[in-house]
């Protein structure tokens, strides 16, 4: 439901790469955010393992966790919430006065940046990479789709459940919404999906992972089958 691709201005992210020792920590929401900024600092010819030695790392869930690493960041700290509120809640103490770096997509969340900034924080937001909305051939691929045969639709971000709405129409969202598990990787997409379709029904993963939300669908079939089974019994 979304592609992605490196920023129209990289100025900003550049000098943010160039003077990283400036800062205290460095933050990244996703693995997405990690990838375009180490891309990024490739291109400049900065060693991220070097420079990394300057500055602590704060990333959000085990996924991103994982990324950074591998781009050769050292993480100190992996926020236990995967919404931006619960994340600021947890770092407040930490960066208290200090000066951040926060990556972002096209789409970044304000909310986030003003929580830090609230706790005294100096942030420095530099966009890494936009959202795009799907491929014209995705968008075939999408519109050939048997909607009536589908039993669950999984959803990584709210950006995927606007674009999905937006491609397939409100209408059969509502019609199919019966017999469709719609299952989000964590709160904020789960709240997403509240927003833009109207259901209140969202199966909501307990981690932000593939992992996670595959086993949230595990768990919400095997409900319903037990359900099932109950209301058989029950006759």
């Not at 994340?87 to 997509?105: C, D, Q, T």
């Not at 079939?221 to 099932?228: A, G, H, T």
Request: cysteine-free; hydrophobic content about 40%.
């Amino acid at each position: 439901m979304i592609r992605f691709g490196p920023t129209e201005d990289s100025r900003p992210l550049d000098t943010a790469l160039k003077n990283l020792e400036q800062f205290d920590w460095v933050i990244f929401t996703s693995q997405v955010t990690v990838r375009y900024t180490a891309e990024r600092a490739a291109s400049l010819g900065i060693s991220l393992s070097k420079t990394s030695q300057s500055f602590r790392v704060a990333v959000v869930g085990p996924t991103t966790s994982a990324a950074a690493t591998r781009a050769g960041f050292r993480v100190d700290y992996v926020a236990e919430g995967n919404r931006g509120a619960a994340f600021v809640e947890e770092l407040s103490r930490e960066l208290k006065g200090k000066r951040v770096l926060l990556p972002h997509s096209s789409l970044a969340m304000k909310s986030v940046v003003d929580g830090f900034e609230r706790f005294g924080s100096q942030v420095t937001g530099v966009e890494a990479y936009r959202t795009l909305p799907p491929s014209t051939e995705e968008q075939k691929v999408m519109a050939s789709i048997n909607w009536g045969v589908i039993d669950a639709a999984l959803f990584f971000s709210p950006s995927a459940v606007q674009h999905f709405v937006d491609g397939i129409g409100i209408r059969r969202v509502q019609k199919h919404h019966s017999h469709i598990a719609f299952v989000a990787v964590g709160p904020t997409t789960a709240q997403a999906v509240r927003d833009i379709t109207g259901f209140d029904d969202v199966v909501q993963s307990k981690s932000p992972s593939v992992e996670g939300v595959i086993q949230a669908l595990e768990n919400h079939f095997d409900q319903r089958n037990d359900e099932r089974i109950n209301n058989v019994s029950s006759r």
